[in-house]
């Protein structure tokens, strides 16, 4: 049987931490380039995205330096540097506002006029930085250029306004100071999820939903430290309201050794807790020691999870709590056409299944339009079920299709913005899918060949999967994520193959084990994808009538399946599809405009399993289920 690993780490720890970083190669890989702001109001580790990372082609020098206290002044007299600017002088890096030009113009205008550097802000606030195309005049920029969120741009220009003098700090590593602690940027254990809804947490202390406390610590300075402690404070803001703590927590290493570089520091202890209304919980991590630190702008680092109305969401949400964010794409490294999602664990049943949220890259920058078809599948995980092993790993055997969320892009719908798509049951009626008690759901969207799925490149789970394994008195299975990437051929051979839920971290996907190498590969690969439930519990609707327009035969099939269709309503049957119990397309054809009549599908070549049969109406999507008996 060939077994994927479903983000669960088998890794031995002794005491509350052990050694990750073996060599400078390595942890910088882990550490990533950090931007830092130097500035009293303004300051701290910023995120940021560059030139010559991303999906949009490398342009622009690389950040394959050290820069220390460099200066950063205002493109002036135009913000924006589409117009003719002052000189820069010195060593000055410049800060440039998004728009009305292209980013490589922007760019190349800076550097033609003495900047050695440029700073881009975003200019949509709670969007993030996005990755940055070179347009026609990029290629010709040999300066760095990033770009940060509006957030922390309007804070940098305020102070610039105010004729305070803001520096930057950039590294691979370390800026040469004796001590030197800091918090390895998204390695901090995360919340189960960075948005839930209040129904799930009013009661409760499911494992999922527990707080854990751990994460990577860098010693970056020239010198050895002592005492070294990371330290937790969870904090609960209501919607309306003040915050308040709710507990603290550290764990602490006796001494830290420059030449470790980095370790994984793992407290012992997880807390429930229970909302009683919509707000936000914080969880803020400080590193200290025994020794000053000489740079104490990266020794804090805080990850949040939003109690909402009814949103659950891996990845961040905007301000108003209606859409996904994504700041990175990725692709399978192939290119077929792959399903990949979030996991929700829901804690409490009996509210229906709403709406799906997700986000596009077609590759394609020429036209608006987006092309084809929105489809999210939302499958119900049940580990061990339908005769499968309770083992931590997804098989399709252990799936069932609960609902179809999907239709046809329309005239909006474009690159990099949220798609919404409805939640039906198998006769494609909204509002009657209704979710079940401690149960885990898997939302599997379907990404054509060639397209990318929106990412937040913000949210990393590794350490709490790492905490949650880890922790003292039981340990525990928690999943962020599942990638179906293999051909038809695979699963044609092996119907227990298994999802993946460690999208693109290594080549050996039968590992069990995750190294510091996989933990960058996994940076970024938080799928944009936000799933809706009803504020109110739901009655489940009958629907025995609806189930009589479509009937199939032979159950189980062994070289055909028919569908006998009698549709009402004047309901047209478009495309007929088959997906496998992965959400795999391993049949599909258009239909002309059937609503009575048999549809054959030959399985003769589809290995023994449980298979779905999608018909693509007018205004929805129906689905029935069969099984095909063995080869």
């Given amino acids: 049987m060939k077994r994927v690993f479903l983000l669960r780490i088998f890794v031995a720890v002794f005491a509350l931490f052990f050694y990750i970083g073996a060599n400078a190669q390595s942890n910088q890989s882990i550490m990533g380039v950090r931007l830092i702001v130097n500035n009293n109001v303004a300051g701290g580790v910023k995120r940021f995205t560059y030139s010559s990372s991303g999906t949009t082609g490398s342009w622009g020098r690389a950040l394959d330096s050290t820069w220390q206290n460099v200066p950063l002044v205002e493109a002036s007299p135009d913000i924006t540097a589409c117009g003719s600017l002052n000189p820069v002088t010195g060593n000055s890096w410049v800060l440039i506002y998004r728009g009305n030009c292209e980013f490589g113009a922007k760019a190349l205008a800076a550097q033609n ?54 520096s930057i700090s950039l590294t691979k590593w370390g800026f040469g100071y004796a001590h030197d602690l800091a918090i390895v940027p998204g390695s901090v254990a995360a919340p189960h999820d960075n948005s839930v809804p209040v129904t799930q947490v009013t009661s409760g202390s499911p494992s999922q939903y527990l707080f854990y406390h751990g994460g990577f610590i860098a010693n970056t300075g020239t010198a050895n430290t002592t005492n070294v402690k990371l330290k937790q404070v969870v904090t609960f803001t209501p919607t309306i309201g003040s915050a308040t703590t709710l507990y603290e927590d550290s764990a602490s290493v006796a001494n830290f050794n420059a030449v470790d570089s980095i370790i994984q520091v793992f407290s012992a202890n997880a807390k429930a807790l229970n909302a009683t209304e919509t707000g936000r919980y914080d969880v803020a991590y400080t590193v200290s020691s025994d020794d000053a630190d000489q740079n104490p702008s990266d020794n804090t680092m805080t990850v949040s999870m939003n109690v909402t109305p009814q949103v659950f969401s891996k990845g961040r949400i905007n301000p108003n709590g209606q859409n996904p964010l994504a700041n990175q794409y990725y692709s399978y490294r192939n290119n077929p056409e792959f399903v990949w999602g979030p ?40 580990d061990g079920g339908n005769g499968g092993t309770v083992d931590g790993f997804m098989q399709s055997r252990e799936l069932s299709l609960k609902s179809i969320a999907g239709r046809s892009f329309q005239s909006l719908d474009s690159n990099s913005q949220p798609i919404t798509v409805s939640c039906g049951d198998s006769n494609g009626i909204a509002a009657t899918i209704v979710l079940e008690d401690n149960s885990t759901y898997w939302v599997g969207v379907k990404v054509p060949a060639g397209w990318y799925l929106g990412c937040d490149g913000d949210v990393n789970y590794y350490n709490r999967t790492n905490a ?66 009803g504020q109110y519990p739901e009655k489940v609707q009958n629907t025995e009538k609806l189930a009589a327009q479509i009937n199939l035969y032979p159950i189980p099939a062994s070289s055909v399946i028919n569908a006998k269709v009698n549709l009402l309503d004047n309901k047209k049957i478009e495309e007929v599809s088959v ?49 095909v008996t063995g080869k």
């Fill in 579 to 627: 997906i496998d119990g992965m959400g795999r397309t391993v049949y599909s054809s258009a239909i002309e405009h059937m609503n009575q009549g048999t549809i054959s599908v030959p399985t003769n070549s589809f290995a023994g399993g449980t298979y779905y049969m999608i018909f693509k109406t007018d205004d929805n999507y129906m689905s029935r289920t069969f099984v």
């Fill in 113 to 166: 006029v003495g900047a050695k550097g440029v700073i881009i802000v975003q200019n949509v606030a709670g969007t993030g930085p996005v990755g940055m195309g070179a347009g026609s005049v990029g290629n010709s920029v040999t300066i760095p250029v990033l770009m940060i969120s509006k957030e922390d741009g309007d804070l940098i220009k305020a102070e610039l306004d105010a004729s305070h003098s803001v």
């Fill in 343 to 382: 996991l929700f664990y829901v804690n409490k049943g009996g509210y229906k299944a709403d709406k799906v949220k997700m986000i596009f890259f077609d590759n394609d920058t020429t036209k608006h339009q987006l092309a084809g078809d929105a489809i999210a599948y939302i499958f119900k995980w049940v």
């Fill in 468 to 533: 949650a394994q880890n922790f003292a008195t039981n340990k525990r299975d928690d999943f962020w994520a599942a990638l179906y990437n293999q051909p038809f051929t695979t699963l044609v051979s092996n119907i227990t193959d298994t999802v993946q839920t460690i999208p693109f971290a290594t080549s050996n996907y039968n590992s069990k084990f995750i190294d510091s190498i996989s933990y960058s590969g996994i940076v970024g690969t938080v799928p944009a994808v936000a799933f809706f439930t």
